[in-house]
Structure formats: structure tokens, C-alpha cells
């Protein structure tokens, strides 16, 4: 469990839904959406200087959509491990006068887990309200610049914050399924393939 969490006040609130993802505002507290929302996100590096540990998208994706990018161009979707670490995407909101982006904090099956599978904890700094599930599928997370969390639709574009991997690995999947992409259940069973 990474014990680092920072849930704004009454956050999560989107309490009966999955599909939520989670996002840092620009107060530092988190959030939840839904995962379709589109916002802009951190991705996660691998770079031992802590001031490039994270990069900031600013191009508008879903939750899913900034996590293939990430994936594809960096590490991973950010994952924040201490306080320090969410002042890192807090100061990139403040630089870039943005108001919150997608982290690697999801919401499956009514677990809030970070990309690695491990959960997040209760004493997360979520933004007051946050998470609430306003429109019932918010299953992402955003940070503001204040490093508060708040849920939101996957689908919503936002920017958003990689971790960056020395190692880029590229491969083609062809799907066969009735399903949606964007559908988490459609999504994990890609990625367990990919694995």
C-alpha cells in the first residue's frame, strides 16, 4: 500500500460506481471522474533527479487514452508516493496555469488501486466533495495544483502526468470483442495480453 494520499474534503464522492479514475487539482488535493472525461495528465519517468520524475501532457485524453501514451512514451500514468511528490505536479499546474490533470489512481471494482495494484490509502488527500461520483461513472483520478484529488470520468480530456521508462516497448493487438476500448473490463484484458 502506498501510504500517500491526498482526497480533498468529501472526495471520493463518486462512492456507487466503478470505472472511476482519479486526478491532482491544482490545490494538491485529488479528486475523482469518470475516466472518460478528458483531461491533461502526468506521466511517470524513470529518471533519478526528482525534478523529472514526472512529465506533464498538456493534450486533452481520456484516462485510458493517457495511459497508452504514457505507456507508449514514457513509464506510466504518475503515481504519487509522498507529499513531495505531489508538490512536483502541483508546481507543473501552477507553471502551465492549469487546474488538474489524470494520475495513475483508478477505481476497480470499488477498490481505489494506483497502476502497480496497490491500493490507496484512506487518508488520501481528496479535494472537499471529492470523490463523489457526480455522474455515476466517474472512475479516474485527478490532482489539482494543490495536489487534492478529485474523481472524473475516464473519457474527459485533460492533461496529465507520465512516469518516464528508459525502455520503450512497442506492440501491435488485434481485438475481437463487442466491447467498447474504452470500457475498463475490455481495456484490463488487453493489457493482462500485453503483459
Known sequence: MISHSRWDFSEPDLVGTNQVCA???????????????????????????????FKYIQISMNWHEAQT?????????????????NQLLVDQLYMHFDWDGWIGLSKTVGQWLWLNQTFVSPSVKWLNGQPDNMSGDEECATANNDGELADDTCSDPLPFYCRENGRIQRVRVAVKSDGHLDESAVMEAIEKKVR
Open 23 to 53: 486526478f491532482v487539482k491544482k490545490s494538491g488535493r485529488w479528486g475523482d471522474a469518470y475516466c472518460s472525461d478528458r483531461k491533461y495528465f502526468f506521466c511517470q519517468t524513470d529518471s533519478d533527479f526528482p525534478y523529472n520524475k
Open 69 to 85: 501514451h504514457c505507456r507508449t512514451n514514457y513509464k506510466d500514468l504518475a503515481t504519487v508516493r509522498d507529499d513531495f511528490e
